[in-house]
């Protein structure tokens, strides 16, 4: 048993229960504060103020819009499954606030006299816990689009489900890279690994990096956001959700976004322990008392900015191009890079083996790639089936563009003006050509009987 475990052993109901409470009122409190400062930055990046009225600099507008969804009429398709339909929402809440949980948010502290850590749960496999609680939210979404009985949001549950079991894949691959590095699936006692070895952002950039393009996908965010695209699903999973309920499917996307933020936080950039140059002052006095939540603080609020860059900064993806990331592009290199880091660990561990000697057979393998990539033929370029384009790489109209004439129609009526109804402006000026024609080639004809309609016509 760790010593963050034995604390938590031994703390006391109340304590536990304040906990609780403060656990599931952080990322509710976050997600307000996200709402506004998503929406602040994004129209600063686009030379416009963003929500500036309620409240100083607009910070109550997201109560004021929680407020409005509140008193907001609560509407039910007459096809939908009740009890599924009410329960997707808290489906897809609920286990996004569980996986705090095991979050280590600090170090040892002393609350009314009690010594205990600021974490609620220490498990020896945290890891798996805030996965699976990742993992199930997505049932929630998959509910959601079945039972509204409706097909745009069916559309967007199957991808929600496509989507999520596509980068959950990448995403345990590169945890798993640091379980193995780290030797534990505690949370604990990664960042106690980190404080020891530095940062694993670091020492595994190429896991870091697989993880920040995963959680994006995970959690159904910009430009990644195919089940909820209103550019052909209307609006997606919740298309058919209003009030509360559409309330509830909206914080529980924030939520995920502060539980996937938290873990690259923990996994990744030292969890509580506090950067380099100031770890180093007073002899670690920084990584003591409260300090540490003010660290963790400070990036979770990085990681959740990086959520607000890229939706700023990137277009959505067709969900060809979004799967073929996923499968053929993070799948592959997540493997690829844990069977290295796995085969480097084998051999620091070995007996005889010096770290001259796995830098030399790194760059002999490296050399070997590089040249590889040189002999392997380029591909022929397909052919081009396009339009024609005219001058620039534009597809333009050629400039010798000539209008066909109209062609002649058959007439109605050779003489009358009397027209059928339904004849269009230009079906007349087809058959007034026609009659003239009808006329020069016909005026050495006989006049017409009066037996063929009395008044002249055919």
Not at 16 to 39: D, G, N, S
Not at 186 to 201: L, N, P, R, Y
Not at 292 to 320: E, G, M, N, S, T
């Amino acid at each position: 048993m760790n010593p963050a475990a034995e604390l938590l052993v031994d703390d006391p109901i109340w304590l536990i229960l304040i906990k609780v409470v403060v656990i599931f009122a952080i990322p509710i409190v976050v997600t307000i504060l996200m709402i506004w400062a998503e929406r602040r930055i994004i129209g600063r990046m686009q030379q416009r103020p963003g929500p500036n009225r309620a409240g100083p600099f607009g910070i109550l507008q997201s109560l004021a819009d929680a407020l409005k969804l509140a008193f907001k009429e609560d509407i039910r398709p007459a096809m939908a499954d009740k009890w599924v339909y009410f329960l997707a929402p808290i489906l897809a809440a609920i286990p996004a606030l569980l996986a705090m949980a095991v979050i280590p948010l600090g170090g040892e502290v002393t609350i009314f006299g009690e010594r205990t850590v600021l974490q609620v749960a220490e498990v020896p496999a945290g890891v798996l816990v805030v996965l699976a609680c990742a993992s199930v939210g997505v049932y929630g979404i998959l509910l959601a689009g079945w039972a509204s009985g409706s097909p745009y949001p069916l559309f967007g549950a199957l991808r929600s489900a496509a989507q999520v079991i596509s980068y959950e894949i990448a995403m345990g691959l590169a945890i798993v890279s640091v379980v193995f590095y780290a030797g534990s699936l505690s949370t604990s006692q990664i960042v106690e690994a980190q404080m020891q070895q530095g940062w694993f952002a670091i020492l595994l950039f190429p896991s870091f990096l697989i993880y920040l393009v995963s959680m994006i996908g995970e959690t159904n965010r910009a430009p990644f956001d195919l089940p909820e695209a209103e550019s052909e699903l209307v609006g997606g999973f919740h298309t058919e959700y209003s009030s509360l309920k559409f309330a509830m499917f909206f914080l529980a996307e924030y939520v995920n976004m502060v539980t996937v933020s938290a873990l690259a936080t923990t996994m990744f950039l030292g969890g509580w322990a506090a950067p380099w140059p100031l770890s180093q002052i007073g002899d670690g006095v920084l990584n003591t008392g409260w300090w540490p939540l003010l660290w963790f603080a400070l990036k979770l609020a990085a990681c959740l900015f990086l959520f607000i860059w890229v939706r700023a900064a990137l277009p959505r993806f067709r969900y060809d191009q979004f799967m073929h990331l996923g499968w053929k592009v993070l799948v592959p290199f997540a493997l690829g890079w844990f069977v290295l880091v796995a085969a480097i660990r084998v051999l620091r561990n070995s007996e005889g083996v010096s770290p001259m000697h796995i830098m030399i057979v790194l760059g002999v393998l490296l050399v070997i790639v590089v040249a590889g990539s040189f002999l392997i033929p380029d591909r022929a370029a397909p052919q081009d089936e396009g339009p024609p384009v005219s001058g620039s790489g534009y597809p333009l109209p050629p400039l010798d563009l000539k209008v066909p004439d109209v062609p002649v129609r058959r007439s109605v009526s050779a003489t009358s003006g009397d027209e059928p109804a339904g004849v269009s402006g230009g079906t007349r000026r087809g058959a007034t050509r026609s009659v003239g024609k009808a006329d020069d080639s016909a005026s050495s004809a006989p006049a017409s009987s009066p037996k063929e309609g009395g008044d002249g016509t055919v």
